[in-house]
């Protein structure tokens, strides 16, 4: 049967949402089985999500793959998240060139293996011409280490020469992030219920609503992802000042 008209046409998705893929290690225990499987399920979940992110017309994805303090798992757990990133690009890559897919990486690539290296390097030289989406994995990613990174870069340039410090201001200090080139995200969403930020996104997320929502990360999908769209609209975004959605 067909449906009625919507009064209105549905709001648009916001430009940029960022994810933090959590409770993957809750799901498997779920089901009596070993945390990688979660992990692995969670892939999954992430195909779904590109792919309706895409459908809904958002411009930048950001999702927290690993993270720089994930190396304190145990090394079975860590090597099968490094696997997880071999085999989703592996599979995905073709098609996300194809399909229009802007594949970047954030995140420490000093210390990751060459293999890695590489595969990151492949992804976002083949991609880079691609505007439809921008899929930004944060991997070896942590929002202290990255500030850290980027003051690090700006004091030597300040040292050559480059640039006075007094120059440095919120504006020019941005540059030297990874996301040097990208607009904050919109919307972040935290799924399986827990209520933290974990370092992913500091300085980024300043404005940022924040939606924590109560699904594992391998139960989420489009629906999931439209619901934290409808509460993301019921925000008002102030910025700081008085008006709302004045940036
Ligand atoms: C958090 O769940 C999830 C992670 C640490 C890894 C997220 C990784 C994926 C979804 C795989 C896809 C990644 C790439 C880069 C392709 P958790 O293990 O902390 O779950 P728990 O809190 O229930 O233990």
Redesign the pocket.
Known sequence: MAQPAPDTAPAPAPRHIAII???????AKLRSRP?TF??AE??E??RRTVEAAGDLGVEYLTV????TE?WRRPIEEVNA?FD??RL?VARDLDRLVREGVRVRIIGERNGLQADIASIINDAEARTRHNDKLNLI?A?NYGGQDELARAARRAAEDAVAGKIAPADINPDTFAKYLDTADMPPPDLLIRT?GELRLSNFMLWQAAYTELVFVDV??PDFNKDALQSAIAEYHRRERRFGGSDPAKP
Do not use: E
């Open positions: 893929m959590d409770g993957n290690g809750r799901w945390r979660g992990h969670g892939v979940a992430l927290f793959g690993f993270s994930n998240l997880l990133l989703y994995i991997f399986s594992l990360w």
